[in-house]
């Protein structure tokens, strides 16, 4: 038991439990949605998504990136200012999203005939409001390196909605249920984290204007950058939609749901680098820097590839067993998708880098040109072939760009040289390997 609580402590490990844990949940809902749905519905369901996290992403990138940089390294009278004045910020920002969200279904309502189409739209803006102590509670616990308390938020929200969906097979009472199900089980982890009292909601008495400028300052672009990493992924259920239409949307995003079992590790280890980075960065250790993203790229290289072969060889079993026999046609899809993930971790980690050295402007301008070459791929081929399997090769041109382009703005402060990737990740593994062995004490008891 004490060897378990050991290797649990560690926050990597806690990180990557909770991700593992979601993507679980997401995938058995996803599952159980695509059964549940007809494929038109099913469509319709992932455009509603797509299109929530698109909004939900502008309010997560004014303020999550820059929380994690201004609140690292701080006094805790100073991390309350700034945690009240995010939260003064965020109220502002939720009021305007609701306010646009009745503005985008009137513009749906003009342009789109079909009431099938827009249905989920009419409960937008209450997906909008539920969801703001949940995300901002998972925000300040990453500050604060408490990762094991966004496995319980994440574990009531997602675990609420399936025990719902599990309810609608047998209850059959329509898409309005699972809709309802979707906002009380968001409504339910924000709950939990208001009574938890892990919002820092109280916070918001010492809020300041001028941290609200400068959140609003460095979050414009962190806002961009994560939009147009969003828009990278959803460009493509977007124009899918639109040139092939709702079945096609379905079929393409079966592999692209099995896509985060690559992205998994590169997310978790991600989001307990943010805050180290932001302190080398305070404590003006630049070569320190340099080697802890090459350290953390190269190990992530290495360890994405055995998840990489594996979704190539068994890519048929992975999509029937998603969703079913009737997409066994988009097997290749997530083979080619697999195929380009040894070129996201440097991606992922330049990027990271660039914020936390105050240039987020040029990370948003990296992501904005990734968008440009995707899309237009996308179009390209869509209209060249008609089919999908082109489609997934167009991201492998799209991050091959944006690793050059990373590496390239990062040349003013840091150098990074890519053939060292490899040696630099292993030696990362193996001083993990040591660092655990050593706190273990080579003991189980």
Request: aromatic fraction near 14%; hydrophobic fraction near 55%.
């Amino acid at each position: 038991m004490k060897f378990l609580k050991k290797i649990l402590s560690n926050n990597n490990i806690l990180s990557l439990t909770g991700n593992v844990i979601a993507a679980g949940l997401g995938f058995v809902s996803f599952a159980l949605l695509a059964r549940i749905f007809t494929k038109e519905d099913f469509g319709n369901w992932i455009l509603f998504i797509t299109v929530y996290v698109f909004i939900e992403l502008l309010r997560v990138g004014f303020l999550q990136t820059p929380l994690v940089k201004f609140c690292s390294g701080v006094s805790d009278s100073e991390k309350e200012k700034v945690i009240g004045s995010a939260w003064l910020f965020a109220i502002l920002i939720t009021i305007s999203f609701v306010v646009l969200s009745f503005l985008l279904k009137q513009v749906m309502l003009y342009y789109i005939k079909s009431e099938e189409a827009i249905y989920f739209f009419n409960y937008f803006w209450i997906l909008i409001i539920v969801t703001l102590p949940y995300n901002f509670s998972s925000w300040i616990l990453q500050i604060d390196m408490k990762f094991n308390k966004i496995i319980y938020i994440r574990l009531i929200s997602q675990g609420v909605f399936i025990l719902l969906l599990f309810a609608e097979l047998y209850l059959h009472r329509g898409k309005e249920f699972i809709v309802q199900s979707y906002l009380i089980s968001n409504f339910t982890g924000s709950l939990f984290c208001l009574i938890a009292g892990w919002t820092g909601i109280r916070s918001i008495r010492l809020a300041e204007w001028k941290k609200v400028k400068d959140l609003f300052n460095f979050g414009k672009f962190s806002m961009g950058t994560m939009v147009g990493a969003n828009l990278l992924r959803s460009s493509d259920t977007f124009l899918i939609g639109a040139l092939l239409g709702g079945e096609a949307v379905a079929i393409f995003n079966i592999p692209l749901k099995l896509f985060e079992l690559v992205e998994i590790p590169l997310r978790s280890f991600a989001a307990t680098a943010l805050p180290s980075f932001s302190r080398l960065v305070n404590s003006k250790n630049l070569q320190g820097l340099s080697k802890k993203l090459e350290r953390s790229a190269g190990m992530f290289s290495i360890m994405l590839f055995p998840v990489v072969v594996f979704c190539i060889i068994f890519a048929e079993y992975l999509v029937i067993l998603l969703g079913g026999e009737g997409y066994a046609e988009s097997a290749n899809i997530l083979r080619i998708f697999a195929l380009h993930a040894a070129l996201m971790p440097l991606d992922r980690y330049s990027g990271m880098a660039l914020d936390v050295l105050s240039r987020p402007q040029q990370n948003m301008f990296k992501v904005i040109v990734m968008v440009c070459i995707n899309s237009l791929g996308v179009f390209i081929v869509i209209k060249s072939f008609g089919m999908l399997w082109p489609v997934a090769i167009v991201s492998i041109l799209t991050f091959s760009a944006g690793v050059i382009m990373g590496l390239f703005f990062l040349r003013k402060d840091i150098k990074i040289i890519p053939s060292r990737l490899f040696s630099e990740g292993f030696k990362e593994i193996k001083s993990s390997v040591k660092k655990l062995k050593s706190k273990l004490n080579f003991s189980v008891d």
